[in-house]
């Protein structure tokens, strides 16, 4: 069959599939009319009811018009094609007068309203789809259909979504009628789907698809196959031939920036990436070794999942598709993935996502029996499917990589002190890092690539979930089930978004960072109360260090008692910190005591007049109830209060027969003023006073309480290593704690802005508070052990290389 006719009979099919969808567009409006109708006949508030009343009058009058304007913008598309904004009807902008700009929220809106509907459609017509595109993939001879294509669903989603508000449908209204909308544009494009395959079979263009749904052919598979429908038997394109062996130096890793102290996870994680990338460059021909790394920028850019293109998930105006511009520098060049073993990685995803959720698919999220089950037929999955992937890729590169990924999740698959329930989650993400560590090699060599670091924060955080599920099966079930939503929610988006690289898995990881910190502070019912204390604590603290600088700065050239000065800077200062962190800085108690530190600075000045010092004498009754007062409030005994009491009698009474100036009343005044005013002037960032960092970690002791426990002693003097260890331990990794005759297992839960405090609680609810230099002084005695010797990922690599050092042929098999 000549190329001619092989092109004819793919325009006829785009016929037959736009006629399709043309006559489908009539019995759809009227279904979704119907539905709209039913919608007044359930019972629903008043407000409800008026917005359905006028949704449907909206939809009677304007419905017609959006099913034309539907019909219009098809067969316009079918003739002119999509442009790459999606409105087809709309003049294409120069590109030199395009300007980069934010993407407003309708249009967001919009395009998340597009992709739900584009997902349903590809959930009822996956199938349908897959085997057309490879029959229009042998008669066009390309390699895929073009991501703009009509064939395409979240083509026609678009369509149908500009059309709708073109005719001034707005989205409350699509809201409303979305389940009928949803579903008869399912069964709309499942039909033409069916038609268009019915009609090719017909014509004898492949009756049977031998390849789906794994691989997509690549232009010279698609060509063979163009011959196979005109009767000649396809020969097999000839494998290539193996790239001569790399002949690059082993890796070194670098020792680290200057004086900063590495920790021992950190050296690890460097010391199995460089011999991983020893193995490589010794046994993969060609494979493209990394040499230098660029550092991680968490957060850099913000990346947003509205930029983010995909199928099903198409992208804004603006949006910048994901490049290797910014990877690390390779050795060799890396080439681009064979678009055939991209192609069967996409089909192995959505054959997953296909099978969990299909109807009487064992529910992963439940927490029930069949989660074991479940990950058992994922696990088998995988690994057929990494036979398949092997046989589409087209270099030794490419079957090492499929190898090593998929031993790695075999190993985090087999991890045990992981619960079922989110190991089912993890396995999901196979193909979504295969497709990643195909595209950049530095997956490879970077412990710190967003997607690794994805998966050892998810893993370490749910590492000691059986145990604290054992001890508390109630409130810890629940706390234990919000974050096993958001694992899934995170594994989800993943896979929405599989051509951003990794820009998605940064994103998420984002997320997830700042879901930890709501969790443990809103979520989790056995950290929720030790957070707030800790976050009570680390307040007092700093406002207390605050409060003392700045009360140094006020009274450096003021004429005062030295009992007096030390009382404001080591007892009131705390007294400041407590009231308003308590009360709040502008409430009427904190005022009394910035008023009460005023007159105690008044009344300790040198008094040369009978009439100040009669003054001093009829207001040191209230001022002294005033501090005591304050003293209990922030906790202070009563015998401590006596003490201080005592004390400053004495600095009054000497500052009766003082021979110092007195205070100017223009200067008293002026420190009034000034302290009415205090938390104006405190320094929002106290992170360069080396000197604060000591007084922050002083006596924590007194802030000991029911359910929170204060490490003020144990452990060795800390070296430096130690302290930058205990500085990068991050929120939700469990520990095991030997702490006053108890062994028991702790998660960190909480770290304090400047990372000088951290909290630790158990699965029972007890908080255990530590400073950094406590912290890092029972890591270096042993009596805090971190669960996990290595991260995940690392720990999965390092399996890995056993593996390969005992059979080292796996790698091209």
């Known amino acids: 069959m000549s190329a001619a006719r092989n092109q004819a009979l793919a325009t006829q099919a785009r016929r037959v599939y736009l006629e399709a969808l043309v006559r489908g567009m009539t019995p759809l409006g009227a279904a979704v009319g119907q539905g709209a109708v039913q919608l007044l006949s359930q019972g629903a508030a008043h407000a409800v009811m008026q917005a359905r009343r006028d949704a449907v009058q909206a939809w009677q009058k304007l419905g017609p018009n959006w099913q034309m304007a539907v019909v219009g913008a098809l067969r316009h598309a079918a ?6 904004s999606g409105r087809e009807h709309e003049p294409t902008v120069p590109a030199q007068s395009q300007k980069m700009s934010l993407v407003d929220d309708q249009t967001i809106e919009r395009e998340i309203t597009s992709s739900r509907l584009a997902l349903v459609m590809m959930d009822r017509a996956t199938w349908e789809f897959t085997d057309l595109r490879t029959r229009m993939q042998a008669l066009e001879a390309h390699d895929d259909l073009d991501a703009l294509d009509l064939l395409r669903a979240h083509v026609v989603a678009r369509i149908a979504l500009d059309a709708w508000s073109r005719v001034g449908l707005d989205a409350n209204i699509w809201q409303l009628l979305h389940h009928e909308l949803h579903e008869e544009f399912a069964q709309l494009i499942s039909e033409a789907y069916h038609e268009t395959n019915r009609w090719l079979i017909a014509q004898k263009v492949l009756p049977e698809v031998d390849l789906r749904p794994f691989i997509r052919r690549t232009a010279q598979a698609a060509a063979a196959a163009a011959a196979a429908v005109g009767g000649v038997p396809a020969v097999p394109p000839a494998a290539p031939a193996p790239a001569p062996a790399s002949g690059l130096a082993p890796l070194t890793v670098p020792s680290g920036n200057g004086d900063l102290p590495r920790s021992r996870a950190t050296t690890q994680a460097d010391e199995v990436m460089a011999q991983l990338q020893r193995v490589l460059a010794r046994n993969v021909p060609g494979f493209p070794v990394t040499h230098s790394q660029v550092p991680a920028r968490p957060g850099a850019g913000r990346p947003s999942l509205a930029g983010m293109g995909g199928e099903g998930a198409p992208a804004g105006h603006g949006a910048a598709k994901p490049s290797l511009a910014d990877a690390p520098v390779a050795a060799g060049v890396a080439s681009a993935p064979s678009p055939r073993l991209m192609g069967a990685i996409k089909h192995a995803q959505e054959s997953l996502q296909r099978r969990a959720a299909a109807p009487g698919a064992a529910p992963s999220d439940t927490g029930g029996h069949s989660a074991p ?9 995988n690994q057929a499917f990494k036979q398949v992937l092997k046989q589409a890729a087209s270099t030794p590169a490419e079957r090492a990589t499929i190898e090593i990924v998929a031993m790695m999740f075999q190993s985090i698959l087999t991890e045990e002190r992981i619960p079922a329930t989110v190991r089912v989650w993890f396995a999901r993400l196979q193909m979504p890092v295969l497709r990643v560590a195909v595209s950049e090699p530095d997956f490879f060599a970077a412990a ?8 050892d924060r998810m893993g370490a955080c749910v590492m000691g979930f059986n145990t604290a599920q054992a001890s508390s099966p109630g409130a810890e079930r629940a706390s234990s089930d919000a974050l096993e939503r958001e694992i899934k929610r995170i594994v989800q988006v993943v896979e929405a978004y599989p051509d951003t690289g990794r820009r998605v898995f940064a994103t998420v990881l984002t997320e997830f960072e700042k879901f930890l910190d709501h969790y443990f502070e809103n979520e989790n019912q056995a950290s929720k109360r030790g957070v707030s204390l800790a976050q009570q604590v680390e307040q007092r603290e700093t406002l207390a260090i605050q409060y003392t600088i700045e009360l140094r700065k006020m009274l450096s050239e003021v004429p005062v008692q030295d009992g007096v000065r030390d009382f404001l800077f080591h007892v009131w200062a705390d007294v400041l910190a407590v009231t308003a962190v308590r009360s709040g800085a502008q409430a ?6 910035k008023r009460a530190a005023a007159d105690l600075i008044w009344s300790a000045s040198a008094k040369s ?3 100040e010092r009669a003054e001093v004498i009829r207001r040191l009754p209230p001022l002294l109830k005033t501090l005591r007062d304050g003293m209990s409030h922030a906790g202070l005994p009563i015998e401590k209060q006596d003490e201080h009491v005592r004390q400053l009698n004495n600095a009054l009474a000497a500052a009766f027969t003082a021979k110092t100036a007195a205070i100017p009343r223009e200067r008293l005044d002026e420190l009034m003023d000034q302290l009415e005013t205090l938390e104006a002037m405190l320094p929002e960032d106290i992170e360069g006073d080396s000197h604060v ?25 800390p070296t430096p290593a130690m302290v930058a260890w205990a500085r990068e331990l991050q929120v939700g990794g469990w520990f095991m704690l030997d702490y006053r005759g108890r062994n028991e297992q702790v998660q960190l839960a909480w770290r304090g802005l400047r990372k000088q405090l951290a909290l630790f609680v158990t699965p029972k609810g007890r908080g255990v508070l530590f400073s950094l230099n406590r912290m890092a002084a029972f890591l270096q005695a042993g009596l805090l052990l971190p669960a996990q010797d290595e991260a995940l990922t690392v720990q999965a690599t390092r399996k890995a290389l056993a593996k390969l050092d005992a059979d080292p042929e796996q790698l091209l098999k």
Do not use: F, N, W, Y
């Open 693 to 717: 960092d000591e007084m922050l970690v002083r006596d924590l002791s007194g802030h000991e309480s029911e359910g929170m426990e204060v490490v003020a002693e144990g452990g060795s003097a």
């Open 373 to 381: 089950r479940a990950l058992e037929e994922i696990g088998a999955r």
């Open 79 to 84: 003739q002119h094609g999509v442009s790459d």
């Open 609 to 611: 007049s009978r009439e």
């Open 588 to 593: 009427d108690v904190t005022k009394s005591m």
């Open 448 to 455: 710190d690539h967003p997607a690794r670091r994805l998966i």
